[in-house]
């Protein structure tokens, strides 16, 4: 029977003391179908009225109703309304229970003395225990999750061999059985690359560093995918194991990828409440002559800076390391003064999993003008960075955690040489409150910190560069751009040599009639800090709220704050999750 659309010929109506239930009736039951069918036959009116029963029986069966009473009846039109109205009143019983379970898994891993943490995590995380209510789709959600966690490990083709929830409808109560099958372990072997004529094929294989020999990790194989979409030497990458052709013991990889351009020119416009409008020009040249190194040279205006900057970097050797070079000159407000600088960098850096570390030598001159600028001043410093991510999403994270710092030891060479240290430490952490909502999101907390030191003799004259200022979009809202400094020098804003900065925030998903939106609400506080004497350090303190959308690319967040110490209100504005 073929449904279209017209004038309602009869609705339907859902009575329950229940107003769960009755919803998730009226929004599934078949007759829905047909509630606008044109020239409905008496005979097949009653038809559906007949099978209107066993359908409403179904739907609470899945919600773990088997013995509901239900009562069907047909009321005349009231005037203005559809021509009839079918009425079905439900009193769904007692819900059942889980009253037992039993998961199992079929040799080798049932025997595998190895496969054991791995048995115990799938029965731990069971989500229908022993007392909690069946429903269908929880059950075939409890045995697909740990069908998930076998095929994340070891086992890629896993399967489910037999599974029955025997139900006891007298005594509404559930046994729940599920076997797996996990099959053979895999180990990674060799890597297979499809689609590379321009780059060199062992640089790429270098960037893939899928571990040959370990055994099979889905994270692992989407890390390594994940680096290879972000090299920029390829337009798509995907990696996947060799499950039909391959031994267990040594699984092919096969990489399915499709080249970039050698060549490639971005043009961009921005807006920010920090530094308004904004135009970019990006160049990346993937083999740039003579080193053949990949070069991302970059150009950008805006109110209160103006930069360009180049960073070359050659492909990984196989334990991952790779040599990079940087170049950067920038124009740039530094709180009450103009800064001209430059910056020069050359090390090496690795990205393995969820950790990045980098070790480099670097060189800063920076020249202060203005009334009472502190003048020029250069330096020399050698430094080791490390940033962990563990996030739930690299970029629109929920749960999780991300860790970073970085150090520095060198010396200044003008006006006058003097050592110092730099050390500058930086965290996020998500903490998921409550629970899920009818749509599985929860609202969370969001705790992010940053402290930075430079520690020297009173008397040196550091660049602007390594010094400290905060406010604005991602640091203290409230305060504008940077505008959070010491004001040693002739009672100016400058940059100070300690800085601390907290944030605490509340996000909530928004839900608009129990569905799922791409929206959420946000309550916050932040905290920041800046001094040349880390006794003498004054705190501002902004509060706020903001709505931020979860887009495609990203979080994009807009929020109203008041900042306590300057009694203003500020808007601020800001697109993606960077860490």
């Known amino acids: ?50 099978e209107a029963d066993a359908n409403a029986r179904d739907l609470l069966a899945a919600l773990g109703y088997f013995n509901p009473e239900l009562t069907l009846r047909v009321d005349a039109a009231a005037e203005g309304a559809a021509p009839r109205t079918i009425v079905i009143e439900v009193a769904p019983g007692e819900q059942t229970r889980v009253a037992d379970h039993s998961i199992s898994f079929a040799d080798p891993m049932n025997s595998d003395p190895k496969a ?30 740990g069908l998930r966690d076998l095929q994340k490990e070891r086992y890629p083709t896993a399967r489910i061999a037999d599974s029955q929830a025997a139900i006891d409808a007298d005594r509404n109560r559930a046994s729940l059985r599920v076997h797996y099958d996990p099959g053979p372990p895999y180990r990674f072997g060799d890597i297979r690359l499809k689609g590379v004529e321009r780059y060199d094929a062992e640089g790429i294989r270098n960037i893939v560093r899928v571990p040959t020999g370990a055994e099979y990790s889905e994270e692992e194989l989407l890390d390594a995918q994940q680096r290879l979409a972000a090299s920029g030497y390829f337009d798509s990458a995907f990696l996947m194991l060799d499950t039909e052709d ?34 970019s020009i990006d160049h990346v040249h993937n083999q740039l002559r003579p080193l053949g190194w990949r070069a991302v040279s970059r150009l950008s205006l805006d109110a209160k800076n103006q930069a360009a900057s180049t960073m070359w970097t050659d492909m990984p050797n196989r334990s991952g390391w790779a040599w990079f070079l940087g170049a950067g000159l920038e124009r740039a407000e530094v709180g009450d003064f103009k800064s001209n600088s430059l910056s020069l960098q050359g090390g090496r850096t690795k990205s393995v999993g969820h ?7 670097q060189y800063d001159m920076s020249k202060v003008v203005g009334g009472d600028a502190p003048g020029s001043a250069s330096s020399l410093m050698a430094n080791y960075g ?36 730099r050390v500058r430490l930086h965290g996020l952490q998500f903490w998921p409150l409550g629970q899920r909502n009818e749509i599985g999101r929860q609202s969370r907390l969001a705790l992010r910190g940053e ?27 409230g305060y504008g751009y940077r505008s959070i400094g010491t004001r040693s020098i002739a ?37 920041g800090s800046v001094s040349d004497d880390i006794d003498d350090m004054s705190i501002h303190t902004g509060v706020g709220t903001g709505i ?29 999750f960077s860490f």
């Open 355 to 361: 950790i990045d570390r980098r070790y480099y030598l």
């Open 116 to 145: 054991a943490a791995q048995r115990a995590r799938i029965q731990q995380a069971w989500s229908l225990k022993e007392g909690g209510a069946f429903t269908e789709s929880d059950w075939n959600a409890a045995k697909n999750a």
């Open 1 to 50: 029977m073929e449904v279209t659309e017209g004038e309602p010929v009869f609705q339907v109506k859902v009575v329950s003391e229940d107003r769960g239930i009755a919803r998730h009736l009226e929004r599934h039951l078949d007759l829905q179908r047909y509630t606008r069918f044109p020239d409905l036959q008496a005979t097949e009116f009653n038809r559906l009225l007949t």
């Open 246 to 279: 391959s031994d267990p013991e040594h699984a092919t990889v096969i990489a399915q990828l499709r080249e970039a351009r050698y060549q490639k020119v971005v043009f961009g416009v921005g807006l920010t409440t920090d530094a308004g409008p904004r135009v």
């Open 548 to 576: 931020r959308w979860n887009s495609p690319v990203g979080p994009m967040q807009f929020d109203v704050a008041y900042g306590l110490k300057d009694r203003r209100i500020r808007l601020h504005m800001r697109l993606g």
């Open 386 to 421: 490390w940033t962990g991510r563990y996030f739930n999403d690299k970029t629109n994270p929920t749960a999780g955690y991300g860790l970073g710092a970085e150090a520095g030891v060198g010396f200044t060479l003008t006006p006058q040489r003097d050592p110092f240290l």
């Open 451 to 477: 402290l930075g030191a430079v520690m020297a003799e009173r008397s040196a004259q550091l660049p602007s560069t390594l010094l400290f200022l905060t406010g604005g979009d991602t640091t203290v809202r």
């Open 491 to 527: 009672d100016k804003l400058y940059g100070g040599r300690y800085m601390a900065v907290t944030s605490l925030e509340w996000q909530r998903p928004i839900t608009l009639r129990g569905n799922q939106t791409d929206w959420e609400h946000t309550l916050f506080i932040d905290v």
